[in-house]
């Protein structure tokens, strides 16, 4: 053997792999999470109508007044008129003209698809956004088009129109 070289030993040092330690990493935070909220109270409670006390003895009495006044009925909300409500379709798959696709069905659907490009983003599950006052309109375009999932716009969404991302094709 030369002089200048070690000799070779089959001892060295191993460094784990990146998925190792973000795995440790995840466990430890759980523990930590499950160590923290033990014995805290649930933050859901059961919510049940207060039941009316009876006296078994007396039968209610019953006064004699002015014929009960009809209750005001409440007006029924106004029809939804699709062409009347924007809607701005994004596709947020790796499917290929989907956008186009489902905004020529919301258009047959009578609805103003008045624009569809991609999200850059991520999205659990194909979701109609909407603001405050078109929470109705929402729930008729997720029904027209087959969507289970509608929820309240966020961030930098307009909030006088529909905003549908789409992570995959509709059935």
Request: hydrophobic fraction near 40%.
């Amino acid at each position: 053997m030369a002089p200048h070289q070690r000799p070779r030993t089959e001892r060295g040092t191993v460094l784990p792999s990146p998925v190792v330690i973000l795995s440790v990493i995840a466990v430890a935070m759980a523990a930590f999470a499950f160590v923290a909220t033990q014995g805290s109270e649930p933050t859901e409670r059961e919510i049940t109508p207060a039941a009316r006390e009876a006296v078994p003895d007396q039968a209610p009495e019953v006064e004699e007044s002015e014929p009960a006044k009809p209750k005001p009925t409440k007006k029924p909300a106004p029809a939804i008129k699709r062409g009347e409500v924007y809607v701005e379709v994004y596709n947020n798959s790796s499917v290929t003209g989907l956008a186009g696709r489902v905004a020529q069905r919301a258009t047959g659907a009578g609805w103003q698809v008045v624009g569809e490009d991609n999200w850059y983003g991520t999205v659990p599950a194909t979701t109609v956004y909407h603001p405050p006052k078109l929470e109705r309109a929402a729930k008729l375009l997720a029904l027209d088009l087959g969507i289970d999932r509608t929820l309240q716009a966020t961030g930098a969404m307009k909030l006088d129109r529909l905003t549908l991302i789409l992570t995959g094709e509709l059935d």
